[in-house]
């Protein structure tokens, strides 16, 4: 067994052993008694069997004489393959519980600190945003940035490339998401079956993140990043006692893909109701707001545009990040030249244009002639004390960083002064 080619690799929950070309996917791995499995044996990349197992001395030899019987006749061979696959498993799931020395583990690892810099990083995040506000648009469109490399939303630039999985519980139709891709191609000026990695389309088909999470991980183990549109169908509804039990199983489920991950998010009804005076959360339990590496809480405007199209602007404005300070606002525009027929997706672009300001308190005092001249910096892109410093002419990054901390006091900004 000593020269054999033993090569494990997780695959969020499972485990895939290839011995020389021998394959093993170790599924629902059990140890709390005797270690027990879910074993899928293949050869040469042709699928023998299926079958749940003890991984016991026996149950491992019953493993390696179906396989033998199912292949080549090479019990030995075989045998000496499942056991070197078994104590693979074995010692990884040890290994699970065996911790990292932090003194000296790397500060640079193989996966970027970020997915799509600065919206997305190596870990979950998180949008919120109303119904029909174009969370989703938004999201498909990054997807496009990072399986090309190409920066498709002014200021959020992709630090990876790879496929993307889209695990939808909302609007499933494989016809809708086709078409916005293709809109969305369109509008950068790419040809849509040339893109450099898939864009796989998961419907979730009304079951919850925990139970797809095992098949998902092993789909997306060489995905840059997989996204999740809606959270709320993908929480499992009936299941739990109670709504933070069922958060708490969804961002375990995120936990367990071990891949960066995206998910979309509504308000509650009465903040979806007061958006402009909200502050960002998603409907339902705390954990929302816990388990999230950073979470963005999406405002925007609708514009007049010309006939047959349509223009929005929007404002994400970061409201938690778990590694450093908040990123600031991202400003950009949408385009949308409407459809001319039922096979025409129409086109979309994006732009940059000047944040969306709302005013939060209808009570909120008149500006200064000093406080307006810094609301109009802000809107025309000044969004940092650096920026609004060097706008107006100011004499110190201190006074940049006063104004604007208290233009956001006084209620006509809804974002926090970034760095």
Request: glycine share 8%.
């Amino acid at each position: 067994m000593s020269d054999q080619d033993v090569k494990i690799e997780a695959v969020g929950p499972s485990y895939r052993v290839t011995v020389d070309s021998r394959e093993y996917v170790f599924r629902d791995v059990r140890v709390d008694r005797d270690l027990s499995a879910d074993v899928a044996v293949s050869h040469g990349g042709r699928h023998l069997f299926r079958s749940t197992s003890a991984l016991s001395l026996t149950g491992r030899k019953n493993i390696a004489r179906t396989a033998a019987e199912m292949d080549s006749g090479d019990y030995p061979a075989w045998l000496a393959a499942t056991f070197a696959a078994s104590e693979a498993v074995m010692e990884a799931v040890e290994q699970l519980a065996s911790g990292v020395d932090l003194r000296y583990s790397p500060l640079v690892t193989d996966r970027p600190a970020w997915t799509a810099r600065p919206f997305w990083p190596d870990g979950a995040g998180f949008l919120i945003m109303p119904g029909e506000a174009g969370k989703s648009t938004i999201l498909r469109a990054i997807a496009v940035s990072i399986v090309t490399g190409l920066e498709i939303i002014p200021g959020i630039v992709p630090m990876v490339r790879g496929p993307v999985l889209l695990v939808v519980a909302e609007d499933p139709s494989q016809r809708s998401h086709t078409f916005s891709i293709e809109a969305i191609c369109r509008g950068a000026g790419i040809d849509r079956s040339g893109l450099d990695y898939p864009i796989i389309l998961v419907p979730s088909k009304g079951r919850p993140l925990h139970r797809l999470v095992r098949s998902l991980a092993e789909r997306a183990a060489d995905a840059a990043g997989v996204i999740m549109d809606a959270q709320q169908g993908l929480l499992a509804i009936g299941e739990q006692g109670n709504i933070r039990d069922q958060a708490a199983l969804f961002w375990n489920a995120i936990d367990e893909l071990d891949r960066p991950a995206f998910v979309t998010a509504h308000p509650n009804l009465e903040q979806a109701r007061t958006w402009d005076r909200s502050d960002g959360r998603a409907a339902g339990s705390e954990v929302n707001r816990d388990r999230p590496r950073i979470a963005w809480a999406g405002h925007w405007a609708d514009e007049r545009a010309v006939a047959g199209a349509s223009f929005r602007r929007y404002t994400l404005t970061c409201t938690k990040y778990n590694n450093g300070p908040h990123p600031g606002p991202l400003s950009f525009g949408m385009s949308w030249t409407f459809p001319l027929g039922d096979d025409d997706p129409g086109e979309v672009s994006f732009s940059p244009c000047q944040p969306v300001i709302r005013a939060r308190k209808t009570d909120a005092p008149r500006l200064t002639a000093a406080m307006q001249q810094t609301l109009d910096a802000y809107q025309a892109g000044a969004t940092t004390p650096a920026k609004l410093q060097a706008a107006l002419g100011l004499d110190s990054y201190e006074t940049a960083h006063s104004r604007l901390a208290r233009l956001q006091q006084s209620g006509a900004l809804d974002a926090e002064v970034s760095e």
